[in-house]
């Protein structure tokens, strides 16, 4: 099982970035794949997610409006398109998978087994 972030980089406030998670090993319709960041000194948090049936997804508070998850089952990719990027969305991003067989908790880490490396996002003016 594999989870392969990417697409993070610099960008100023206002601007959009779209993160990428490639997933292989195993196959992606039958699970949640989340996105979670990890600002410097901060707990990891959950962002958003999506769930297995395709048809519900999650967001936390702070990128409602903003952020939009999206999934292409055909090329086992899960997509965070990012825009109005504000300093706060500053971490390094990762995409996890959620874990069958548990307690449904799409945006609560503990809920997910197989994390990717994790992408570099840095909004600065």
């Known amino acids: 099982v594999q989870l392969q972030a990417s697409g993070g980089g610099l960008v100023q406030p206002g601007e959009s970035l779209r993160l990428s998670c490639a997933a292989s090993?195993?196959?992606?319709?039958?699970?949640?794949i989340g996105w979670f960041r990890q600002a410097p000194g901060k707990e990891r948090e959950g962002v958003s997610a999506?769930?297995?049936?395709?048809?519900?997804?999650y967001y936390a508070d702070s990128v409602k409006g903003r952020f939009t998850i999206s999934r292409d089952n055909a090329k086992k990719t899960v997509y965070l398109q990012m825009n109005s990027l504000k300093p706060e969305d500053t971490a390094v991003y990762f995409c996890?998978?959620?874990?069958?067989?548990?307690?449904?908790?799409?945006?609560?880490?503990?809920?997910?087994?197989?994390w990717g490396q994790g992408t570099l996002v840095t909004v600065s003016s």
């Open positions: 999506f769930s297995d049936s395709g048809r519900t997804t």
């Open positions: 090993g195993f196959t992606p319709d039958y699970y949640t």
């Open positions: 996890a998978r959620h874990r069958l067989y548990t307690n449904y908790a799409p945006l609560s880490r503990d809920s997910y087994d197989y």
